[in-house]
Nanobody, 121 residues
């Protein structure tokens, strides 16, 4: 069992930066790949980024490539999502999720409650 807690969301203006954190407790965190997902009002949840168990491999949706960076510190049981050059279309509730591997996305068994990110124009 893994418990995930997101933090770091907030209200910012377009062009600003935020760093989201996903803190894990429970079983060995380094055994899990972690993904970030987001859901905007009226839209389906979408994949944003993911990182492998060791942190050696990272993956991003095209819309955030070059702006967002996912990283992890297994000693701190934490995964980060650094978000730069934020745009109003990045507004959503952001969730982190953990699973045995990055793909498939249906394999993410553990989810946090989410943190709101709002980007004003």
């Amino acid at each position: 069992q893994v418990q995930l807690v997101e933090s770091g969301g907030g209200l910012v203006q377009a062009g600003a930066s935020l760093r989201l954190s996903c803190a894990a407790s429970g079983r060995t965190f380094s055994s899990y790949a972690v993904g970030w997902f987001r859901q905007a009002p009226g839209k389906e949840r979408e994949f944003v980024a993911a990182i492998s168990r060791s942190g050696a491999n990272t993956y991003y949706v095209d819309s955030v490539k070059g702006r967002f960076t996912i990283s992890r510190d297994n000693a701190k049981n934490t995964v980060y999502l650094q978000m730069n050059s934020l745009k109003p279309e990045d507004t959503a509730v952001y969730y982190c999720a953990a699973g045995p591997r990055v793909w498939p996305q249906s394999g993410y068994a553990y989810w946090g409650q989410g943190t709101q990110v709002t980007v004003s124009s």
